[in-house]
Structure formats: C-alpha cells, structure tokens
C-alpha cells in the first residue's frame, strides 16, 4: 500500500514536471489581435537601385466598431499606409517593422500591386520574398500599376473602406481576370508560357464634390520571361481574355451604318486551340464558339423577325472577335510574350518534338508561328422585345 | 444476547446489525423494557401495550408518522374486539388480521429493521416470534412533472422520493412478469431500499450479477440519494465522464429497460440511475422517439453540432485570434480587432473571466430562492452583456462565444453530461491559449483516447462506434424510424435482440413502392 503511495506520488510528480516543460516554451506564437498590423495590401515600386514598398494597414480605432456609429464617415481615413526603402523587400519590411509599435502580419494580403516601372524590370526576385515567408498567401491577387503602386494603394475611392478592398473586388470580378501570385509564378517557370497580369490605373472623378478615385483594369502587362515587355489595352485585352481560357462575360458594340449602333453582350465563348505542324513548323487554329445576346440597338429599324438581318449581327461579331484576337496573337508575337501558353499546347499535342527541338528555341520559334482563328458567334437572346418599342407603327 | 462488557449498558448506541443475533423474548415486558431501552429518546417510537380478547398480553410497535395509522386502528380493532381463540402468530396472521404483507421476525435485527423501516410489529405474550405487518404509509410529494427533464411531447409524470411510488410507476409501463425488482438495503445507518430492476430474457445476466455485486459490497453508513450508489459502483471514478445516467422520467427507464439495461431506483430521491451509460447516449432525449423520426434525427444531430460548440467554441475562439489569425476572414478579423481595441486583457484571460463570470451566474441561479431568482437574471444580463462590452472588459465578440457556448451547453439532454462539457471547456481554453489549434487537437485527442479507454459495466464508452458494429448505428447519429428498428442494440449484450417482427417493415417497404 505504501509502496503504491510512493509510486503514484512519483507519477504525479513527474506529470507536473512534464507539465513546466510544456509551460516553459511559453505561449511561443502568442500574438493578440490588438498587437498585429493587419497588411490588408502592399504595393512594390523601383526605387533607383533599391525598393520602396508600401503597406495598407487598417486602423479598427477608426472603423466605428462595437462602441461607435457611422462607420468611419467622420473623415478619419480607416487606414494608413506605411512606406520604406530598402535593397531587398524583406529588407524593407524590416526596416518597416523598426518604427511600427505593431507586429506586421501579412496572412490576410489579398493584394500585391507592382509598379509598372519595377515590373519591367522583372517580377521573379519578388515571387521569392513572397513565397518564402509562409504567413504570406500564395493566393494573393497581383496586378501592375500604371505609374506608381503606392499611388494606387492610396486612391480614395470612397465605395469601400480600403482601397485594398476596392482593389481586391474589382481583380476578381467580370472586369479583371483573377490572377494570383500562384499562377504567375506557375507560368513564370514553365518554358513554353509567359505570366500575364492585370494592369491597374487610377481614373478620377473630378465632379464638384463628388472627387474621388477609381481604380479601373485597363487592360493586361504582358511579360516575357518575368519581365513585362507590352500592355494589352483595348481589342488587345479582349483578345487575352478570350484566348486565356478564363472566360468573363463582355460587352462588345457594333458599330452601325446608319449611325445606330449595336451593343451586344457575349455570354460564353469556348475557344479550342489546336496546334498542328505547318512546314516543320508549330501553327495554331483556335476555333471560337460563342453566344451573344443584344442588349440595345439603337437601329430602329432592325427586325429580328428578319434571319439575313439576325445573320449580319452574327457575322458582324465575328469579325470583331476576330480582329481582337488577331490584334492580342500580334502584340504577344511582337513582345514575344507567350502569355496564353501556346509553347505548352505544342508541348501536349507533340511532346516529343516539344522535348528534342521546340523547347530550346520557343523563343524564336513563338513570333514566327502562324495562327488561323475561326470565330463562330451565335445569336441565341434579343432580350424582351424583338423590336424597338418606339418604332411608329406601320 | 446482547454483546458483552461496556458496550452492553448502552444499547441505544448500537447499529442494526449488533442485533442480528439477539433472539426475541416471550415475555411482553422484557421485550418492552428491552425496546424502550434501544428506543431510548426517540420520541417517534410507539409502543402500545394492549390485551386480546379472551387472550393474552400483546404489544405492538411502531414509528409514527412513517406507518398507515388508521391501519394499525383496524388492527387493533380486530385483535382487541373481534379476536377468536387462536393465539399463536402464525394463526393470528392467518385468520385474524385484515393485512395483505405480514411476516415473522425471531430477532431484533430483523425487528428493529421492519419497525424503521414503517412497518408495524405485535409482540404476543409467550411467542418467540414477532409478526412484522406491512403498513407503511408516509407522507410525500405527488407525482408532478420532472423539473429536469422537460418534454414537449411526452408523459408529464415524474418519479419522486418513495420507492414505491417510482416502482410502480414502471410497473405499469412494463406489465410484465419479466420485469424483476431486486430489493437491496444499503447504508448501515440509512438502511436505504435499493431496488435493480431490469428485464428478465433481455438484460444481460453477468451485467445485473455485476450490478448486484457492486451493491452488496457498499459498506458505508448512509445512502441520502442515488449520487451515493453511482459514485461508489462506476467503474472509473477519477473520470470527468459520467458512467451512470440519472433520470427522473420513468419512460426513459422502461425504454431504458427494454434496451437490456439495468435501472437502480433508491429510496428517498427521485433519480434512478441507469447503467451502462455510453458517450452516444449524452444525445438521446426521450422526446427523439415520441416526435416523427425526421424531426427526432434533426434534433439529434443538432444536439451533435452543440455538444462541441459548447466544448470548443472558446478554445477555438482563443486559438483563432492569438495564433491563426490568417483563419478568420478579413473583415471579420477587422471587426474583432476593432471590438478587441480597447480591451486590457489578453483573450484567453477575457474569455476566463466571462466563463467563469458565466458558471458562477448559472450556480447562483440554481442556488438562489426562487424569489430572487429574477434579480440574478438582469444582473446576469448586464454582466453578461451590453454592460461588460461597454466598460471596455471584454469585447462584443467574447459576448457572442461565451453565450453561445452557455446556450450550446443546455441543449444536452444529460445533465451530468453537461457539467462535463462545461468542465472540459476550461483546460481546451488554456491549451488553446498556449498551444493554438495544436493545443485543441492535443486536448481533444486526450479526451478522445480516455473515452475509448472506459467501460461503464463492461461496454465500452463509445461502443457502438469504438468497437464499431454498424447494426447498432440506426440510433446513434440519427434515430431511424421504428419500423427499421427491429432490434435492441447488440453492444448492451442483451439476451433477445429481437426488438419487433421483421414483418412491420416489409408492409413499410410495399407502402414505399406504391
């Protein structure tokens, strides 16, 4: 009995012992929510041989909270952005760090805006500081800016709290193509594609009492081996957005012979890519299947009831879906920036080919490659009314 | 004969038991002396010395207030008026008393046993027998609907502190032979009835042989509720799981019972204990089976969903907030960071407080007088509340946990499976505030593995999930309709398994087709 007594002190002695040593590491990782700045965004900008990084850190004091109303009408800005320099980012982010009374915590980034400037300069230095710390997400929306990141990290665009937000919600809607850190740094290392990123700039509304700013997606950078060598704008960006794959619904207007346009919306478009060898050499046919659907014509004339006139709209479309994917094949050919990957789809139809001889000289072999696009463009909705409800009666 | 030496003076100060081998005398007044002697200062003890007619000097002897007394006038009345010309007991017994339960005692032990326990005993001049007539009759509360387990759909009737009362309250549930009512006495002092029932051909024998010998090897003075018996027969007490359930309905009982498992009713409390208790049975409420099975299963699973709010939710809380911000959504996270702006605390400190705020407010709402209890309800409100948020002690998000997790933990049907939940939350909390969601994993994995370490009389805790038998599974996550319920689950070990005719569901399955 006795003996048993001793035994069970000893065990229980030894637990408490154990339980110390679990204790002594202390609570290691401990950091409250009150003691971290939440980097809700950062911006990345060439600064002469060095980098100047900015972060956008939400103030909760000012967001009217629990305890107050209005939600941060009271011209407090919820936010402050904080900027530094430095030879490296993480360099700069410590330096940061120095004259921050709180912990940056970068696990809720959901955007990395890149000036223009820094990223044709090349953004794969960047990827590593990035990929490097595990709090950062790889899931973060990229974009470059026109001009400066910081700038745009600092539009007031008044809609959302944070032009991180802002920022954020516009990259991942029908206006942008959702590009995050993960796929460019996907395409970045594979031979045989190039990264594609949004291209962001700020647009003003200058009404009286009514400034503010809006960050638009004006079109794409393109980048040949991580340098951004061209911007997709107009029917160029149009072009990348077909043939990237990612397909966003669209507006597209006709413009019309009697000075009454049509505008249209595409609703879907399945682009096949096919990669056959013409003279030893890769050459693509991309096939577009897509569906439009009017959504004002200002021809108040047009009946639909008419198929030749329905025909003409379709004809029409296709054109102009050609023209755009004609316009982004010639300026990625031109910056010899393979964006869409079509290095990868030569890869998957001829890997042996690909393996022994294409793979080495892609960058030659890709301006010179020849594309025949096909567009057909069915016009399947004419929304409520098939005629113009205006139209005089005959 | 009464002990020797000095203890022999005082037989007043003797237990029960120091009587089991002195003999009752034939002479009244040497039994009398010999009563008033052991009844010394007891001033509910009756003696009553009367002569029969035609016959001799008879004593009886009682304890007012626990006998039927108008009962004991009759027999009195028959003895003293209506007496033939037999004088022995057993003629007595036989002819002359209008009594349904009489017995014979030929010691004290035995006598003084009948006479605490409410019967009546008459001592006849020259017999060494004594006739113990079963007369009990004390004053209790009626049966009223159980305070703790209420129903929306169900029997409102609830057992209270007499043991017959409750027996027959489950006799007529089961009216059935096979329904047996083992009588135990425990307590030295007390001499608490103990009665384990069960059903005869579906409970498992060993189980009820278990049961019965964990009973008789209780030696301890007093039995004052059924907290005593569970604690001195679980299988684990240094466990913070329960291994008995407690009830006070009595159809928990006979759905228990049929289920094959063994119920001990103790007199003088009105919770019955039910043996074996198993995790799954934490989130069986009776009404699961009176309502539609859709409605039962739902309510189950809800009960699931809350059983681990209520023992995790703060932990997770304090892990979230302190280590895995990343987790949490952004805006989300920006709205506790706002709430947290001004708080002093660390968050697990927050979240210590407002429990322990929150435990102590519920102990005082039990405790109070009913009267008061209105006062404590506001008083909670503002601690709990508005109040505490704007004094800048604890964030509006804290609020929200630990009222959820207070809410998570009433919607367990057993109590005592509760208080555990209730318990556990606060080791997981200091876990999670030194370890995060590792710390969350480490704890609950203990818990898990103590779990499937404990038997409650020899079916494990988890059965039937751990060891699994998938046969048992049509009322553990879910409660499946009663026609699919055909058999008594196979992990109580229970003798007949067949539960219904198979043929009830084949009439389900052509309705089906229709």
Not at chain 1, 160 to 169: D, H, V, W, Y
Request: charged share 20%; aromatic share 6%.
């Amino acid at each position: 009995m006795k003996n048993m007594k001793s035994c069970m002190c000893r065990f229980l002695l030894s637990a408490l012992v154990l339980l110390f040593v679990i204790l002594l590491s202390g609570c290691w990782d401990r950091r409250e929510v009150n003691d971290v700045a939440l980097v809700l965004a950062s911006g990345i900008d060439k600064e002469g041989d060095g980098i100047r990084i900015s972060v956008l850190i939400p103030l909760p004091g000012n967001m009217g909270g629990a305890t107050g109303g209005g939600g941060g009408s009271g011209g407090k800005k919820p936010f402050v952005i904080k900027e530094e320099t430095g030879s490296s980012i993480r360099e700069a982010v410590a330096k940061l760090q120095r004259g921050l009374p709180r912990k940056l915590f970068l696990g809720h980034r959901r955007v990395l805006l890149i000036g223009e400037e820094y990223a044709r300069s090349g953004v794969d230095q960047m990827i590593d500081a990035v990929t490097r710390m595990p709090e950062n997400r790889l899931t973060v929306f990229v974009a470059v800016t026109k001009g400066k990141a910081i700038d745009v990290l600092n539009a007031n665009t008044r809609l959302e709290r944070f032009s991180a937000e802002a920022i954020r919600e516009i990259l991942q809607s029908d206006s942008s193509l959702r590009v995050t850190l993960k796929d460019v740094a996907g395409q970045a290392i594979t031979t045989g594609s190039d990264a594609y990123l949004p291209y962001v700039q700020l647009k003003e509304t200058s009404l009286a009492r009514q400034q503010a700013e809006d960050i638009t997606v004006s079109g794409y950078a393109l980048t040949h081996n991580s340098k951004m060598t061209a911007i997709a704008k107009g029917g160029a960006s149009v072009g990348i957005r077909l043939l990237s794959g990612k397909f966003k619904p669209y507006i597209l207007t006709l413009k019309g012979k009697n000075g009454g346009n049509t505008t249209l919306g595409i609703t879907s478009a399945i682009v096949r890519i096919k990669p056959i060898i013409k003279n030893g050499k890769p050459s693509f046919q991309i096939n577009v299947h897509s569906k439009s659907s009017i959504e004002e014509d200002m021809n108040i004339q047009r009946n639909y009831d008419d198929i030749g006139q329905r025909i003409e709209i379709e004809q029409l479309v296709e054109k102009s879906m050609k023209q755009d994917i004609m316009k982004a094949l010639k300026l990625m050919q031109e910056s010899n920036s393979d964006v869409i990957g079509f290095g990868q789809i030569a890869n998957r139809a001829f890997p042996g080919l690909w393996q022994r001889t294409w793979k080495h000289k892609w960058d030659e072999l890709f301006p010179n490659c020849s594309f025949a696009v096909s567009v057909d463009n069915k016009l399947h909705r004419i929304g409520m009314t098939k005629e113009n409800l205006a139209k005089k009666e005959q | 004969m009464p002990g020797k030496g000095k203890r022999e003076e005082k037989l007043d100060q003797q237990t029960i038991a120091h009587y089991k081998e002195v003999l009752i005398e034939p002479s009244i007044n040497q039994n009398k002396r010999m009563l008033e002697e052991i009844f010394r200062d007891c001033s509910d003890a009756v003696f009553r010395e009367f002569t029969m007619e035609n016959g001799p000097d008879a004593l009886i002897c009682y304890v007012d207030g626990i006998v039927l007394s108008t009962a004991v006038d009759e027999v009195l009345k028959s003895l003293m008026v209506l007496q033939g010309n037999a004088f022995d007991i057993g003629t007595i017994a036989k002819n002359t008393l209008p009594v349904v339960q009489t017995s014979t005692a030929e010691q004290y032990g035995e006598l003084l046993t009948a006479v605490l326990s409410g019967d009546s005993v008459l001592l006849v001049e020259g017999s060494t027998l004594a006739l113990v007539l079963g007369l009990r009759g004390t004053e209790g509360r009626t049966v009223s609907e159980p305070e703790t387990e209420t129903v929306v759909r169900g029997p409102r009737e609830g057992f209270n502190e007499h043991l017959r009362t409750n027996t027959s309250l489950i006799r007529t549930k089961i009216k059935s032979p096979r329904l047996k009512m083992k009588s135990f006495v425990v307590g030295t002092e007390t001499k608490t009835d103990v009665v384990v029932s069960y059903l005869a051909g579906i409970a498992d024998p060993e189980l009820v042989q278990e049961i019965e010998d964990r009973i008789k090897r209780i030696c301890i003075d007093g039995v004052l509720e059924s907290g005593y018996i569970e604690e001195l027969i679980q299988d684990e007490a240094y466990s913070p799981f329960p291994q008995i359930q407690n009830t006070e309905r009595p159809d928990t009982v006979a759905a228990a019972l049929l289920e094959g498992r063994v119920a001990i009713i103790v007199n003088g409390t009105p919770f019955v204990l039910l043996a074996p208790f198993g995790f799954w049975q934490w989130l069986q409420a009776s009404e699961d089976y009176y309502e539609r099975f859709m409605a039962g299963s739902l309510l189950r699973i809800l009960r699931f969903i809350f059983l681990f709010i209520a023992l995790l939710t703060p932990a997770l809380y304090i892990a979230a907030t302190t280590y895995h911000p990343e987790m949490i959504p952004t805006s989300l996270l920006l709205s506790i960071a706002a709430s947290r702006e001004a708080i002093p605390f660390p968050a697990v400190v927050e979240a210590l407080i407002m429990e322990v705020a929150f435990e102590g407010l519920r102990e005082a709402g039990i405790r109070l007088p009913r009267t008061v209890g209105q006062a404590v309800s506001i008083l909670g409100a503002l601690v709990v509340g508005q109040a505490a948020v704007q004094a800048g002690i604890v964030s509006a998000a804290m609020v929200i946990v630990v009222s959820l997790t207070g809410i998570a933990s009433f919607t367990l049907p057993r109590y005592n499976a509760a208080i555990s939940i209730r318990m556990l939350r606060f080791p997981l909390m200091l876990l999670a505030s030194v370890f995060g969601l590792l710390g969350i994993v480490i704890g609950v994995m203990a818990f898990m593995g103590h779990m499937a370490k404990l038997r409650s009389f020899g079916v494990p805790y988890l059965a039937p999930v751990a060891p699994i038998s998938f046969s048992d599974w049509k009322d553990i996550f879910i409660r499946a309709p009663w026609q699919k319920m055909n058999r008594r689950p196979s992990f109580m070990n229970v003798q007949d398994q067949q539960r219904q005719q198979d043929a009830s569901s084949i009439a389900v399955d052509k309705g089906d087709e229709a």
